[in-house]
């Protein structure tokens, strides 16, 4: 059976409604960096979406490529994910979304190093004809971090955001956003299929004791 990162982590993947604390280890991730509204037809935004998604299979299907990577198991591609920052505001306004500072990512597994993601980039860009030159092999440590699963659209986020907020407060942490520990997004639903009032978001945030 394939291994799943939702099933595996379900601490990290499928969290409840109620905000929870946790403290998330080391991860590496494919990753395109961009700015501006995620919205925006033919932008920067879901260009970034088919170059990870681009990358993901191909490392996905390496075995089959002739690439063969040691450590290599079978594995289901992750869900896409996102880490956000906005310039001039306190804490995190997803209305405001035309000063975005977007990372686009996709989990690797831990298999992967920087030589298989080269290699993967190569193939993508060959064979599909997509410009890969912005996608990089990135590790993120979050550490201690809130965490909350998000129903609905994401322009009512502020609500879910609130009451992680709320339950830090009460236990003695604060919210640490800054330049460098970023709101963070993991999108469990196809917004592509799906009813935006059914919308399965992770929302996590970096936290520090008061």
């Not at 604390?21 to 979406?49: C, F, M």
């Not at 609500?159 to 520990?181: C, F, I, P, Q, W």
């Amino acid at each position: 059976m394939a291994f799943d990162f939702k099933k595996e982590y379900k601490e990290f993947y499928m969290p409840t409604g109620k905000p929870e604390l946790v403290t998330v280890p080391p991860a590496n991730y494919i990753a395109v960096r961009g700015q501006g509204d995620p919205n925006q037809e033919g932008g920067a935004y879901k260009a970034s979406i088919g170059v990870l998604y681009a990358l993901a299979y191909t490392l996905k299907m390496s075995y089959r490529g002739g690439r063969q990577i040691e450590g290599f198991y079978q594995y289901v591609v992750p869900p896409l994910e996102g880490f956000w920052r906005q310039d001039g505001v306190e804490g995190f306004d997803p209305r405001r979304k035309s000063g975005f500072h977007w990372i686009s990512v996709i989990r690797l597994p831990e298999f992967v190093r920087q030589a298989d993601f080269d290699w993967a980039a190569g193939e993508a860009a060959r064979k599909k004809g997509l410009d890969c030159s912005g996608a990089e092999f990135l590790t993120v440590d979050e550490g201690l971090c809130a965490q909350i699963l998000h129903t609905g659209p994401f322009d009512r986020e502020a609500e879910s955001v609130e009451k992680m907020d709320a339950y830090l407060a009460e236990a003695g942490y604060v919210n640490d956003l800054s330049e460098t520990r970023l709101h963070h997004e993991i999108y469990l639903s196809d917004a592509r299929r799906v009813d935006p009032a059914r919308w399965r978001t992770v929302i996590r945030h970096p936290a520090r004791k008061r």
